[in-house]
């Protein structure tokens, strides 16, 4: 799984390396127009794929935000992928503006995960959360409790980046993963946690606080 301090998400490489090398071609012909505009294309990718360092809260049980963006749904459902009973749900969404690097959102194992062809309904929808493409991981935290995560596509999202399988340890918001060009995280908790965020509020991934499992 890569979790690199760098200042680029190696997802973004490759979507660099093109426009930024048709702007060096169009640079050299002395196409003005074209090489602005690849330009400005090239720069945009580059912030799109940043991968900032992050302050991650210390204490034991905090479970922080996976991703940066607004969060849109903050309520109880009936039911939750890969948990039984009613629970918690904060859906995040992530504009293209954000920053799409996501983390875990509390220390803990993998114990299981999907992954799901769907639509590409936009990310802020409620219906998207049913009907998009969508990867889930079930993480069991360190006091036993059982947490879902789910990165699902959005309006223009195609891809989706989740690098932990079933077994893997990882630390509070260390990175797993991301998704392309707008798109949403829903995490699912215990129906009786009890949220310190509300409903609008931005997130910053790593650092925003969503409560307490202890």
């Known amino acids: 799984m890569l979790d690199r301090n760098q200042p680029i998400a190696d997802e973004g490489y490759p979507f660099i390396v093109v426009p930024a090398f048709l702007t060096l071609i169009c ?30 809260p210390g204490q034991p049980g905090v479970v922080v935000a996976p991703a940066d963006g607004r ?9 939750a992928p890969m948990l039984e009973g009613e629970a918690l749900k904060i859906s995040i969404f992530m504009s293209v503006f954000n920053v799409h690097v996501n983390r875990f959102p509390c220390t803990g194992r993998v114990v299981d995960s999907y992954y799901r062809k769907g639509r590409f309904f936009n990310a802020a929808l409620d219906k998207a959360s049913e009907k998009n493409e ?6 069991e935290a360190d006091d036993g409790t059982r947490v879902a995560c789910v990165q699902i ?32 995280v829903d995490i699912y908790l215990p ?22 499992l202890q």
């Open 134 to 139: 969508q990867a889930g991981l079930l993480i």
């Open 71 to 79: 969060i849109v749904y903050l309520g109880k459902v009936d039911s």
């Open 153 to 184: 596509a959005g309006l223009i999202a195609r891809r989706i980046v989740c690098y932990p399988e079933v077994g893997d340890a990882l630390e509070v918001g260390e990175r797993y993963g991301l998704i392309r060009f707008g798109s949403r």
């Open 27 to 56: 640079a050299l012909l002395g196409w003005n127009l074209p090489t602005l505009l690849l330009l400005g294309l090239t720069l945009f990718i580059i912030y799109f794929f940043r991968n900032p360092e992050r302050v991650v």
């Open 191 to 212: 129906a009786e946690f009890e949220p310190k965020v509300t409903l609008g509020q931005t997130t910053v991934g790593g650092e925003t606080v969503l409560g307490n």
